[in-house]
């Protein structure tokens, strides 16, 4: 199967949803920011609101969240229906892990209704026991998949093998690929792409003017690379899969580096591995 040309992209991180969380406020910045999503490709989105783990443990309060939510994504879809007639608009969640017993049993807080489930810790922190959360969800069903890794605090490439072999999935941000968030999470990122563990590329777009998508940015890093079908496999075909409630297919491994100091950084990442 080949992934080189793939006729539309998909995007499952991002906050489109107007007035519900810190992206878009109004149903203005909703389809502008739809607009550029298709200027870069994108026909598949599945926009991720915040939304409190917290909150699943009592069913009145994640019912009154849920509601509104479900109000302002309505309208929403309704207008991008309207305005992008080829464009597949789906609602799911970033679940926020503020406590370590998170439910996933309400398919309004999974993505699109199906087994997946885009979830992060608080403040870009890794409280303990963050491996044993993931293993707890996939026991019961569903498919954790883990947004931005790359950018926690304190995040290494042992945490990150023990998540994947919990059951969860990993999405990097585009941005992350070119150094929005930092040196670090991007040299992070080719950590872990060079060995196979990123599942799915997202630009978790907060709709705001001055935000950028970096698709086209990252799409250029990794073109420099040889890696065209790595990228695709990441922002085309496995992002597209979430919608159908498929698991991601292997991702090709980064073309290995040429050169001296390309052996020194190879070296310095197994040292840190």
Do not use: C
Not at 29 to 45: A, C, H, N, Q, Y
Not at 160 to 176: I, K, M, P, T
Not at 184 to 190: L, N, P, T, V
Request: proline share 6%.
């Amino acid at each position: 199967m080949t992934d080189r040309h793939p006729t539309s992209l998909a995007d499952l991180h991002n906050h489109l949803v107007p007035g519900v969380d810190d992206g878009a406020r109004t149903l203005d910045d909703t389809l502008e920011s739809v607009g550029r999503m298709t200027e870069e490709g994108i026909r598949k989105i599945l926009t991720t609101p915040h939304l409190d783990g917290s909150l699943t443990l009592d069913r009145d309060l994640l019912d009154e969240r849920l509601s509104e939510v479900s109000t302002a994504f309505d309208d929403a879809a309704r207008a991008v229906a309207e305005r992008f007639p080829d464009v597949e608009f789906r609602r799911g969640h970033e679940v926020m892990l503020d406590v370590p017993d998170v439910r996933f049993d309400d398919p309004r807080t999974r993505l699109n209704g199906s087994s997946f489930a885009l979830v992060e810790w608080p403040r870009l922190q890794l409280p303990p026991g963050t491996t044993a959360v993931l293993h707890r969800i996939r026991r019961e069903g569903y498919r954790p998949i883990v947004a931005h890794p790359e950018r926690y605090i304190g995040i290494d490439l042992t945490l990150a093998r023990q998540w994947r072999e919990a059951g969860a999935h990993l999405q990097v941000n585009y941005g992350s690929l070119v150094g929005r968030y930092g040196a670090e999470a991007r040299a992070f990122s080719f950590r872990l792409l060079r060995r196979g563990w990123v599942d799915y590329f997202s630009s978790d777009f907060h709709a705001r003017p001055e935000r950028r998508i970096y698709r086209r940015e990252a799409a250029e890093k990794l073109a420099a690379l040889g890696a065209h079908e790595t990228f695709a496999r990441l922002a085309a075909t496995n992002p597209a899969r979430v919608f159908t409630d498929e698991a991601p297919l292997p991702v090709p491994l980064l073309p290995a580096e040429r050169g001296f100091w390309a052996k020194v950084r190879e070296i310095l990442n197994l040292e840190s591995a």
